[in-house]
């Protein structure tokens, strides 16, 4: 059965420390993984990763896909109280199909 | 638009009722998309369409969902014989490509049903 799993499911840090959140993924004919941000309302695109070990960046964040272990994860460093967010992790396959998420609070 | 429109913005309404949510998508977009999200989390993949037709059904539920894209109306999608479980909020977004990763979301309307 196809699935995507993220971990933690959430997570208290304090301003100014880095973060690592964990995709895994079982996906019929993988196409693409995708990470978003929901704060209040609707996601925000963040990153898509379709080749394994090619490290995506913006600012303070990062991603990095592992095809081979089937997993990917997104870095946020020195966090701020503005990254508190739910953090989605999304495969594109046979299906598109989305984690759980993880909850993130940065507290000042 | 500028923005993807999804009206109502809250929807109540009782168990067995049909429950009907609209989306305008942005001007230009071809694609639109129609998500589930339950308890806040659970994010789900419904259907898509390349202007009136279904692109991606695959995650569309077999009974009482149904969705459209009509020329020159906003999409829709109707559940008819709403159950508790359908309680959601309902995201649509819109896209000039499939890519998933140039969709723009709506605010999304907030199912409930009591």
């Known amino acids: 059965e196809d699935k995507v799993v993220q971990s933690p499911l959430s997570l208290v840090v304090h301003e100014g420390d880095t973060v690592t959140l964990n995709c895994s993924y079982e996906v019929t004919n993988f196409r693409s993984l995708l990470w978003y941000k929901q704060e209040k309302k609707a996601p925000t695109f963040l990153f898509m990763l379709?080749?394994?070990?090619i490290e995506k960046k913006s600012g303070r964040l990062s991603s990095i896909l592992d095809k081979k272990e089937l997993f990917s994860i997104l870095n946020i460093t020195a966090t701020q109280t503005g990254d508190s967010a739910v953090y989605l992790c999304a495969v594109d396959g046979n299906q598109f199909y989305f984690g759980t998420g993880t909850s993130l609070t940065v507290i000042p | 638009g500028e923005e993807v429109a999804q009206t109502p913005k809250h929807l109540v309404r009782g168990e067995g009722q049909k429950a009907k949510l609209y989306c305008a998508p942005i001007k230009g977009h071809s694609y639109v998309f129609w998500y589930q999200q339950v308890l806040k989390n659970e994010f789900k993949f419904l259907i898509s369409f390349q202007n009136e037709n279904v692109f991606d059904e695959t995650g569309m539920p077999k009974e009482r969902f149904s969705a459209k894209c009509l020329p020159n109306s906003p999409c829709s999608l109707e559940i008819q014989a709403t159950k508790l479980e359908d309680s959601a909020v309902y995201f649509c977004?819109?896209?000039?490509?499939?890519?998933?990763?140039?969709?723009?979301f709506g605010p999304g309307t907030r199912l409930l049903v009591l």
């Open positions: 977004a819109s896209s000039q490509s499939p890519r998933k990763e140039t969709q723009y």
């Open positions: 379709t080749s394994s070990g």
